[in-house]
């Protein structure tokens, strides 16, 4: 968000669900809201535009669609307040210790000025489809209730605490046609983002607490049609003396936070989400000299995540002119010399887009997913001439590359907070983008009018890796149902539909996929374990001299288990129709031995791999246990699809 990244603060620093309570167990979704009339026929076309979508979203290699496997392309903005508004210093009481002198009481803004309704359709008239609704911990388990003149336009919500008026807002939307993306934006209802307690996840709480909370969430509304997606925390940084990092098992380790989450999201909340994670949005102290900057999701092309649910991953990271690749924003003390997004030309700027978050849609990876570029933004008043360029140029990129945007915010009070696309007065009275005069205008109408691809969007195969890193990475949801078939030791298994294709020699990671042939899996087979030869037939030695994990006749793998480097079992299921095939040894224990296309992407970066081809599937593990030699996997056996 605007103002404050982890520009000022990190730079004076260098230079200087399911709830506990059994009262938030017990809580339920908000009462109906009514669905507010469109202003005039361009809201009513938004309007109908909005509602044409069919719940729940998934994804399709790049693209998120909805129930109908028809594209359902983001166009969203920040409806914020609810994460909270105070700076940090001073009376919580004085509007102007809070961000932009607008004091939120930690609800989403502007319902002190204007009916719901009439908020809804003024949303309406902007075009927009959905909205990144963020909220903070410490309001959901807030018991008292939010003042009367912060609720004065909208009377039915007084005496309602700040998690009751979100979920009359999160109605409203729903049945207004939008699609609503809960998103946790702090640990505390304090303005974000800089060393303010709310740089990680678990700054100011537990990760258990963090998961337990999103469970809640998730749970609340289940029944709510429109909320489709679960933005798990925002803008991940670093705080005074320690970074983020993405996979080294840590408790600052966001990709494994975020792999909890969505994990439970799913199987104790609400299996129809989408879950969104976002790129770590700064590491180091913002000195020259230093190493400093934005990972982004930068890490994602070398460990990506999988979910049990192989079609509900977005990934997301955030834009502004006054930042940079390495710059963190700020001017003055702390300013480094690295460039920022707005002196990049336009060229540049799309390449820095591309390498930071964009490459991600590229077909045929392990981490292909849809990218939503959750917040950017920019002030009316400015007028600095880069900063406009940034502007045009971003709206350009995202229209001309048919991304998926949010833009940061979209309600504001006049005279307050001129980046709002909307603004209101005390009366109630709206100026902003639909207003003449706003430069911004020309940038947000071409993402406006441009439709990107549309209607039915072909399926595509799913790459998703393993990584038994610092654990398991169990991810069928009938392995776990199965039990813990191998234990004391780091267990993988594909997500249901998926099955094994490829293995590292070391370092414990897998491919999964379902190119060639969809889910092979009988409905009713269970699993089978293996962890011996005995599968294997007489005279059907595929590894000579090799230990060898087979999979019964009929039957492929979906998982495997390791202690420390050495293979311990596989895990193979039942085909739904007969399998069986040519066979043929890949071996990868001196080298890589995958497809010349490089289906999937690198899912070892620097270890062996070896790999089936899309035509075939995997029936088995060879391993060695000769002294001097690595005990991980060696060969895989490949036999051709019925």
Not at 350 to 365: C, I, L, R, S, T
Not at 392 to 403: I, R
Request: aromatic share 10%; net charge negative; proline share 5%.
């Amino acid at each position: 968000m605007p103002t404050a990244s982890p520009s000022l603060r990190l730079a004076a620093t260098a230079a200087g669900l399911l709830l506990v309570s059994t009262a938030a167990t017990a809580a339920h979704a908000a009462p109906h809201a009514t669905a507010a009339p469109a202003a005039d026929a361009h809201g009513a076309r938004a309007a109908d535009a909005a509602a044409s979508w069919h719940g729940p979203l998934s994804t399709e290699g790049r693209y998120i669609v909805d129930s109908r496997g028809e594209r359902f392309r983001l166009k969203s903005a920040n409806w914020d307040g609810a994460q909270g508004s105070w700076n940090g210093s001073g009376s919580t009481d004085d509007p102007a210790n809070h961000h932009a002198g607008q004091d939120s009481h930690n609800i989403p803004l502007g319902l002190d000025r204007v009916p719901i309704a009439q908020l809804m359709a003024d949303f309406h008239q902007l075009g927009i489809n959905s909205i990144r609704l963020p909220f903070s911990n410490e309001m959901i388990h807030s018991t008292a209730t939010v003042p009367d003149a912060a609720v004065a336009a909208n009377p039915q919500l007084r005496g309602k605490t700040p998690l009751q008026v979100y979920d009359a807002v999160v109605n409203a939307l729903s049945d207004s046609g939008f699609a609503v993306i809960l998103n946790n934006h702090t640990n505390t209802s304090r303005w974000c983002c800089g060393v303010d307690g709310n740089e990680r996840w678990n700054t100011s709480q537990t990760t258990q607490k963090w998961a337990d909370d999103w469970v809640f969430m998730a749970r609340r509304y289940a029944s709510v049609p429109g909320v489709v997606g679960a933005d798990l925390y925002n803008e991940v940084r670093r705080n005074i003396l320690d970074d983020p990092n993405w996979g080294l098992g840590d408790d600052h380790d966001w990709y494994a936070a975020a792999q909890l989450a969505g994990d439970r999201i799913l199987t104790e909340g609400n299996p129809n989400l989408l879950i969104v994670i976002e790129g770590i949005n700064w590491t180091g102290l913002p000195v020259d000299g230093l190493p400093h900057g934005r990972p982004m999701l930068t890490p994602v092309r070398t460990l990506s995540h999988t979910l049990v649910n192989a079609h509900k991953l977005v990934y997301s990271a955030h834009f502004y002119g006054y930042t940079g690749p390495h710059h963190s924003g700020a001017t003055g003390v702390g300013e480094t010399h690295d460039a920022r997004y707005q002196d990049m030309s336009r060229d540049e700027l799309g390449q820095a887009m591309y390498d930071e978050a964009f490459f991600v849609e590229e077909n045929g990876k392990h981490y292909t997913a849809p990218v939503w570029i959750s917040e950017f933004g920019a002030g009316s008043g400015d007028t600095n001439a880069k900063a406009r360029t940034w502007f045009t140029n971003t709206t350009d990129y995202f229209a001309d590359h048919d991304a998926d945007f949010a833009y940061w915010p979209l309600v504001g009070f006049e005279g307050h907070d001129d980046w709002a696309l909307l603004r209101y007065d005390t009366a109630g009275h709206r100026s902003g983008i639909l207003d003449s005069g706003d430069w911004r205008a020309a940038g947000w109408q071409r993402l406006m009018a441009d439709s990107g691809k549309t209607g039915a969007v072909a399926a595509v195969p799913v790459w998703r890796m393993l990584s038994t890193d610092h654990g398991d990475a169990v991810e069928s949801l009938k392995a776990k149902a199965a039990g813990d078939w191998d234990s004391g030791a780091y267990k993988a298994a594909c997500p249901d539909g998926l099955r094994l294709i490829g293995l590292s020699h070391t370092g414990g990671r897998g491919l999964c996929t379902d190119a060639g042939a969809f889910d092979l899996r009988a409905a009713d087979g269970g699993q089978t374990v293996v962890n011996d030869e005995r599968y294997v037939p007489s005279g059907g030695d595929w590894a000579s001299g090799y230990t060898k994990f087979q999979c019964p006749s009929g039957a492929f793998l979906i998982g495997y288990s390791l202690r420390g480097e050495r293979v311990s079992a596989a895990v193979c299921a039942p085909g739904k129709g007969a399998l069986g095939g040519s066979g043929r040894t890949v071996w990868f224990d001196r080298s890589d031995n995958r497809p010349s296309d490089g289906a999937g992407g690198d899912f070892a970066e620097g270890g062996y791999k070896g790999q089936c081809a899309v035509n075939e599937y995997a029936a088995g593990i060879a391993f060695t246990t000769r002294l001097g030699s690595r005990p991980g996997p060696a060969a895989l056996l490949c036999r051709t699809l019925p």
